[in-house]
């Protein structure tokens, strides 16, 4: 697994393509703007993230599908009702933008949808 806090050369991203697969598993600090990309598990990126000084309400999970450049906010890691997240997605309509604006942020020079 990788940590970013920049946006991904399309070198990087295609580095990432070869080492992980067409889909990569992000975790998302939604207030630093950190993404932990590759991990096996979004709770091994939690860690990571919450070991650099993240807030665990501020760290969700989902993906991005590199040959159909679609991303998703699904991740067991999301299930959270103590804040009103009893699902895989990411209800909130706040923190799903937040996600999807990074994850477009970090990856923009791959162009993802």
């Given at each position: 697994?990788?940590?970013?806090?920049?946006?991904?050369?399309?070198?990087?991203?295609?580095?990432?393509?070869?080492?992980?697969?067409?889909?990569?598993?992000?975790?998302?600090?939604?207030?630093?703007?950190?993404?932990?990309?590759?991990?096996?598990?979004?709770?091994?990126?939690?860690?990571?993230?919450?070991?650099?000084?993240?807030?665990?309400?501020?760290i969700w999970g989902g993906g991005v599908n590199l040959k159909n450049r679609q991303i998703d906010t699904t991740a067991v890691l999301n299930l959270r009702p103590r804040m009103n997240n009893d699902n895989l997605e990411i209800l909130d309509q706040k923190r799903r933008k937040k996600f999807i604006k990074i994850t477009k942020k970090l990856f923009k020079n791959y162009g993802l949808k």
């Amino acid at each position: 697994m990788e940590f970013f806090d920049r946006p991904l050369t399309s070198e990087k991203v295609r580095d990432l393509w070869h080492q992980y697969g067409d889909y990569l598993k992000l975790t998302i600090d939604i207030e630093n703007e950190w993404i932990v990309v590759g991990s096996g598990l979004h709770a091994d990126a939690e860690k990571l993230l919450l070991d650099k000084g993240s807030n665990q309400d501020n760290i969700w999970g989902g993906g991005v599908n590199l040959k159909n450049r679609q991303i998703d906010t699904t991740a067991v890691l999301n299930l959270r009702p103590r804040m009103n997240n009893d699902n895989l997605e990411i209800l909130d309509q706040k923190r799903r933008k937040k996600f999807i604006k990074i994850t477009k942020k970090l990856f923009k020079n791959y162009g993802l949808k």
